[in-house]
Each structure stands twice: as C-alpha cells, then as structure tokens.
C-alpha cells in the first residue's frame, strides 16, 4: 500500500510533494504549529521535495484530521509514534514549528531509533504562554487570535499574510486552539533537552516575539551538534516570511544527514 493511500486510511488529513513517494530518499515530516494545519508548509513542500519525500500532515482536531485535539504535548507525541509505526517509514527526518517543535523534540526523546533528525523551527525546550492568553482564547476567542498572529508575524509582513494565518488560525476553533496553548504551556524539557542524541538543526527569526532567539539559543547550547540558525526580517512564522533561507538551511541539513 503507498504512503498516500495509508494516510487516507487513517484519515490523517496531509500534503506532499509533487514527486511522490521515492524509496532512495529520506521522508521529512512536517508538523504544524498551535492552531495549524498542513498549509502552514506549503512554501517548503515542493522546494525541499528535491532532496526529500515532503510530507506535512494535520494534527489531530486540525485541517482534514477529525479531532478532538490535544491539550497535552505527551498525548499529541502518542498520536504520532502510533502514525510513525503504521507508516513505517525509514528513519524519517522530523521538522515542527512551535507547538510541532515541541511534539519533536518529544519524540526524539522517547523513540529517537525510529527517526533520522530533526528541525527545530521557532520552537524552545519550553513554550510558557500568558495566562491572559489561555483565560482570552476560551472567552474572546476571535479577538485573542488576531492578537496572537499580529505577534507571530515581523513587522515588515505582508497585511495579507497576516489575515490569512488569523483565519486559518479561527478555523481550528476554540476548543482545540485553546487546547494547543495549554498543551505549550505546560510543556517543560529543559531538564531532558540535553539527552537528545540526534541530528538537529534549529531555526529562529530574529524578530520571533512568541519563542524568542533566547529559547534557540537555548536549545542549540543543550543539544550537543545542533545547528543555530538565526533569520533576519522573520517573526515566528519564520518559514513563511523568511522562507528562500529557511529552505535553504533545510536542504541543507537533510544533505548532510541522510543515509
């Protein structure tokens, strides 16, 4: 069975690359950030497809994937190593943002056998988000959105992209975005980051607000190897405003690495 017809058996909801599936490459899985979905990669599908089979997939409750969601990054890590396991793909490289980078770093430490590296994007061992948040995304939901992707974008970002991440970002739904924000808030490795054994690469823009510089800066200083790589004129959605270096970085990454 190919990869695409195993992942509409599941009903995980997904895009790929334009050149399918090939065996001689390496799969990078790409996981989204709170309140995302798979279109959140559409810059980098088709661009790292050349050195990779380019998968992004919808978490649970998001995009094409029926829910509930998660409100914890330990349940969102069991829902992909069971993915991981019916795949069965060969040591897959593992690209998150934010919330899908701390859904990684989860999974490189409990089964790091099962992957081949990891990218780290505007991401940090741990992800603290303010109480006015959480209390606002379960009362003014749409009013608190807006607020958060004017955060997530630098200043120099397009209006229109803007517009366009705070109604993806409305779409997900209050239970399930608020739930995502719990489950970063709660979230704390800073202890264990230290143990990951793998390749990694992490990526920040230098005007993130939302996981600043500091939490990569972090992560690259307890992860023995690990790349830093830092993008000017690029808040949090750093693979969106700042997307040429950013798959450049990548490709990269996944070169130097593959088997």
């Given at each position: 069975?190919?990869?695409?017809?195993?992942?509409?058996?599941?009903?995980?909801?997904?895009m790929?690359g334009?050149?399918?599936?090939?065996?001689?490459?390496?799969?990078?899985?790409m996981?989204?950030?709170?309140?995302?979905?798979?279109?959140?990669?559409?810059?980098?599908?088709?661009?790292?497809?050349?050195?990779s089979?380019?998968?992004?997939?919808?978490?649970?409750?998001?995009?094409?994937?029926p829910?509930?969601?998660?409100d914890?990054?330990?349940?969102?890590?069991?829902?992909?190593?069971?993915?991981?396991?019916?795949?069965?793909?060969e040591?897959?490289?593992?690209?998150?943002?934010?919330l899908?980078?701390?859904?990684?770093?989860e999974?490189?430490?409990?089964?790091?056998?099962?992957?081949?590296?990891?990218v780290?994007?505007?991401?940090?061992?741990?992800?603290?988000?303010?109480?006015?948040?959480?209390?606002?995304?379960?009362?003014?939901?749409?009013?608190?959105?807006?607020?958060?992707?004017?955060?997530?974008?630098?200043?120099?970002a397009?209006?229109v992209?803007?517009?366009?991440?705070?109604?993806?970002m409305?779409?997900?739904?209050?239970?399930?975005?608020?739930?995502?924000?719990?489950?970063c808030?709660?979230?704390?490795?800073?202890?264990?980051?230290?143990?990951?054994?793998?390749?990694?690469?992490?990526?920040?823009?230098?005007?993130?607000?939302?996981t600043?510089?500091?939490?990569?800066?972090?992560?690259?200083?307890?992860i023995?190897?690990?790349?830093?790589?830092?993008?000017?004129?690029?808040?949090h959605?750093?693979?969106?405003?700042?997307f040429r270096?950013?798959?450049?970085?990548?490709?990269?990454?996944?070169?130097?690495n593959?088997?």
């Amino acid at each position: 069975m190919s990869l695409v017809d195993k992942l509409k058996n599941l009903h995980v909801g997904f895009m790929t690359g334009p050149n399918g599936h090939r065996e001689t490459l390496p799969t990078l899985i790409m996981i989204h950030g709170a309140g995302g979905r798979s279109l959140t990669w559409q810059n980098q599908l088709r661009v790292l497809d050349a050195v990779s089979n380019t998968l992004a997939i919808d978490l649970p409750g998001h995009g094409e994937t029926p829910g509930p969601g998660k409100d914890t990054i330990s349940d969102y890590t069991n829902w992909l190593g069971d993915l991981l396991t019916r795949l069965d793909l060969e040591a897959p490289f593992l690209m998150g943002h934010s919330l899908g980078g701390a859904i990684v770093q989860e999974a490189a430490l409990r089964f790091p056998e099962q992957l081949g590296g990891m990218v780290l994007a505007a991401t940090g061992p741990h992800l603290p988000v303010a109480p006015a948040f959480l209390e606002g995304l379960k009362n003014r939901f749409e009013e608190i959105v807006d607020t958060i992707i004017k955060y997530a974008y630098g200043p120099s970002a397009d209006p229109v992209l803007i517009r366009e991440g705070a109604r993806l970002m409305k779409e997900s739904g209050a239970a399930v975005v608020h739930g995502d924000f719990l489950a970063c808030d709660h979230f704390d490795r800073r202890k264990d980051i230290a143990k990951i054994q793998l390749p990694c690469l992490i990526i920040c823009g230098e005007e993130d607000k939302l996981t600043p510089p500091t939490l990569a800066k972090g992560l690259n200083h307890s992860i023995s190897g690990s790349r830093l790589v830092l993008l000017p004129s690029a808040g949090h959605m750093v693979m969106i405003e700042n997307f040429r270096p950013f798959n450049r970085a990548v490709k990269e990454f996944v070169l130097d690495n593959r088997s």
